[in-house]
């Protein structure tokens, strides 16, 4: 079972649409990593988030976390295809003594031309 | 190129062969971190090092796999007796206590 569940799985849009996905856990975090990857690469880090409250922007990316620190989302405006890829969130907890990330399973983004 | 480097970057084995990974972190870098990835999955997380000291494994590290980080540089990952289920990515992560850094990964498969 994962720590985080993240939703959705999938999504398929179109250039220049707007979409939210989702990073839920019953856990609080100390922190909540977003990382982007594209196939037969590693993840590549895009934000910290660590307040809960707090609102990071990256360009065309917003980043939330829950006021409780248990969840996370990511918004995206006018999607590119270069946005193409998996999401990831990854959190550090007491359950792992805050040493080490966890992972949830991805949100695989897929934005058509 | 100062990322994390990991070799090899593809390995077909046959069941039952011993496997070895090395994983070359950012110098500055005092955190290690070795995690599994599936097809589908997210990076499930097997052991972290923090210097030369091998201080969490997960209950997914049976008593196949073995890791060190001599002296707190590089690091291996060692697969024996190789299972088809141990096919996977094989990723590598360092970090200074923030954010990790991501190698490329090592992509084993086991026939």
């Known amino acids: 079972t994962q720590l985080l569940e993240q939703s959705p799985q999938f999504l398929s849009i179109q250039e220049g649409e707007n979409l939210t996905v989702y990073c839920n856990s019953s856990s609080v975090f100390s922190s909540l990593q977003w990382y982007r990857q594209e196939p037969g690469e590693g993840p590549v880090l895009l934000v910290t988030?660590?307040?809960?409250?707090e609102v990071k922007k990256l360009k065309r990316l917003t980043f939330q976390f829950g006021d409780a620190r248990k969840d996370s989302s990511l918004h995206i405006t006018a999607a590119q295809p270069g946005d193409t890829g998996l999401y990831l969130c990854a959190g550090a907890s007491r359950l792992n003594n805050n040493n080490d990330m966890r992972f949830g399973a991805g949100t695989r983004l897929t934005v058509k031309p | 190129d100062t990322g994390v480097s990991q070799n090899p970057r593809h390995k077909i084995t046959k069941r039952g062969q011993n496997v070895t990974f090395r994983c070359d972190p950012i110098?500055?870098?005092?955190?290690l971190y070795w995690y599994r990835q599936t097809l589908g999955q997210g990076p499930e997380f097997l052991t972290y090092f923090q210097n030369e000291a091998q201080l969490e494994k997960s209950r997914l590290l049976s008593d196949r796999f073995s890791a060190e980080r001599p002296k707190g540089s590089f690091s291996t990952l060692e697969i024996q007796r190789t299972e088809q289920g141990d096919s996977a990515m094989y990723l590598c992560a360092s970090s200074r206590g923030d954010g990790y850094t991501f190698g490329s990964g090592t992509r084993l498969t086991v026939v």
């Open positions: 110098s500055e870098h005092n955190r």
């Open positions: 988030v660590v307040t809960g409250g």
